[in-house]
């Protein structure tokens, strides 16, 4: 599956945007999908997932209660909303995709399933 994340952009700290990641290929039902973010000199971390098939989610404790994940199938697209967004925010955004529970991508790396190109969110202060 090939997949490619957009809506990132410049926000002021407080302000909203929400992300989507457009699939393109089969979509298996026991695949999820999730978001990560990495900024310059650290790892890439697990924002959140999604499960194709159902509505269970994960979140990650940074964003409980600010981010929502969401899909729909019949676009092949996830989205995450991000609100009340923080400078902490700020990172180059990534969704991913493999088999398995959302909380398996939690220990997902670069290395395994299929990840889009990232999309830039920069939150000012």
């Known amino acids: 599956v090939q997949l490619q994340a957009s809506g990132g952009g410049l926000v002021q700290a407080g302000g909203s945007l929400r992300l989507s990641c457009a699939a393109s290929?089969?979509?298996?039902?026991?695949?999820?999908v999730g978001w990560f973010r990495q900024v310059p000199g650290k790892e890439r971390e697990f924002v959140s997932a999604i499960n194709w098939s159902d509505r269970r989610t994960v979140y990650a404790d940074p964003v409980k209660g600010r981010f929502t994940i969401s899909k729909d199938n019949a676009r092949n697209t996830v989205f995450l909303q991000m609100n009340g967004l923080k400078p902490a925010d700020t990172a180059v955004y990534y969704c991913?995709?493999?088999?398995?529970?959302?909380?398996?991508?939690?220990?997902?790396?670069?290395?395994?399933?299929?990840w889009g190109h990232g999309t830039q969110v920069t939150v000012s202060s």
């Open positions: 290929g089969r979509m298996y039902s026991s695949y999820s």
């Open positions: 991913a995709a493999k088999f398995g529970s959302p909380a398996s991508m939690k220990g997902m790396t670069p290395a395994s399933g299929s």
